[in-house]
């Protein structure tokens, strides 16, 4: 006998991209969450350099730097190949509490944020960038939610039980009769938790020996599992940034892919100079 169990739709419905109006001061979702996301990264951060004997102090002063670099240039990206809505309209680039960044835009900036710092503290670059990888992945976990606030980076059409109700001044105009989409901030979402966990898992077991990691791994193994999620995510996306026929996420997620298997070929095949993770007496930083 087969016994038919009823499914349960489960329908996501934006309440709107402000949170709060308090007189002129106008609380949003986007902002709000990203604040949030900035806040637990830096306190994780600090926690993960003090596993590794590493100054919290240092972890965050180079936040402020993160924030510095990172989110001007994540606006930039974006801009940069949205120019044409953008053009008639120049008072809007600053607007980015209205959405509109672009992570790999903000990894481009705080990579190079991070190689300043690093140079001018006389610190390892590698060592900084395990530590902040973690932070990074749940902070694009919790980012990805200020997306479904604002009603936006929505995927195509489903009929799936799962679905986004997009309002009709939202849709592209070619899908402006279809109700419901693709959830892709919650699919991109629940893959950058996962990607956490198991940078978490080879953090802590690598400070065990289990396995034997080199300084660097975890920043590696972040760019390859994120942009594998990623380059199939943005293929259901409507919105996608686009140079030509091309899906510049998908682009950089693959460049991301090879450069970081071949950062982990260089680095236990090919390259010995980087340390191995192990647990030492005192705050220490090498090369």
Known sequence: MVIDIPTMPLVFQSPGPI??????ITIRWYGLLIATAVLVG????QNLAKHRHVDPELLGDLSIWLVIGAIPLARLYYVTFQWEEYANHPELIFAVWQGGIAIHGAIIGG????????RLKRVSFWQLVDLVAPSLILGQALGRWGNFFNSEAFGRPTDLPWKLFIPQNR???EYIDYSYFHPTFLYESLWDVMVFGLLLVLF???LKGKPQLKVGTIALVYMVTYSIGRFWIEGLRTDSLML????IAQVVSLVEIVLGLFGLVWLYLWHRSLPDVTPVNEVELTQ
């Open 19 to 24: 949170l709060k109006q308090l007189g002129p």
């Open 42 to 45: 830096v306190i994780l951060s």
């Open 111 to 118: 990579v190079i944020a991070t190689l300043i710092f690093a």
């Open 204 to 206: 802590f077991r690598g």
């Open 244 to 247: 030509g026929s091309l899906r």
């Open 171 to 173: 849709r592209p105009s």
